[in-house]
Structures are given as structure tokens and as C-alpha cells.
């Protein structure tokens, strides 16, 4: 059974950084796409960051990028998300994905986490 559970989040303030992690059992995250997602309240969910098997890194956006780091320890099963210079802006929900297709689309994604909720407050 695949299971990715999520931990890291919280309240904080605008400016604050917060460190996301994402534990996986049931599955190698060096055989798969990983990537970070959120859902802000009332809205979409949307991509912020993914990494490949070997490693490679892709963000949504410069912002994202200037702001946010996904990383991951094959050994630890585990995946990342450092967040710096919090916004009320990045209120929402955090999810991570598990895949083997693409990086950007939520159909790429076989297997969610249920979240960890960031509260970002001014």
C-alpha cells in the first residue's frame, strides 16, 4: 500500500520559513516523479515544484523558484519543500505526488498525500 504522509506545516507570519517534508512508503521516490502542490482556499489546485528520478528540478514560475526548494533523500524515502519569505499569498493547503509521467499536470500524479496546512498570516 502507498502511502505519503505530509508534515512541516503550520501558522506563521509573513516573512517566515517553514520546511515541508513528504514520508513514502510503498513505493521508491527514486523510481518516481515527485512533486509539491497546493490548494489555497476557494481555489485550483496548482503545481509549485517537482523532481525527477536522477534528480532533476522544475519549478512553476520564478517566483516559485526564488522562493522554494524541492529536494528529496532516496535513502529516507523522503521529499522536501523549503518555503522562504512567506506570504499570506501561500495560505493553502500542501500536497505531495507520486508519478511517472510528466511533471507539470495533476494527471501526471498517481499517488497524493492528504496535506499539511500552511496559514500565513500579516
Known amino acids: 500500500q502507498v502511502q505519503l504522509v505530509e508534515s512541516g506545516g503550520g501558522a506563521v507570519q509573513t516573512g517566515d520559513s517553514l520546511k515541508l517534508s513528504c514520508v513514502v512508503s510503498?513505493?521508491?521516490?527514486?523510481?518516481?516523479?515527485m512533486g509539491w502542490f497546493r490548494q489555497a482556499p476557494g481555489k485550483g489546485r496548482e503545481m509549485l515544484a517537482a523532481i525527477t528520478e536522477r534528480g532533476g528540478l522544475n519549478y512553476n514560475g520564478d517566483a516559485t523558484k526564488d522562493r522554494f526548494a524541492i529536494s528529496k533523500d532516496d535513502v529516507g524515502n523522503t521529499v522536501f519543500l523549503q518555503m522562504n519569505s512567506l506570504t499570506p499569498e501561500d495560505t493553502a493547503k500542501y500536497y505531495c505526488?507520486?508519478?511517472?509521467?510528466?511533471?507539470?499536470?495533476?494527471?501526471?500524479?498517481?499517488?497524493w498525500g492528504q496535506g499539511t496546512s500552511v496559514t500565513v498570516s500579516s
Open positions: 505526488a507520486a508519478g511517472t509521467g510528466g511533471v507539470w499536470a495533476e494527471r501526471d500524479y498517481r499517488y
Open positions: 510503498g513505493l521508491m521516490v527514486k523510481n518516481y516523479v
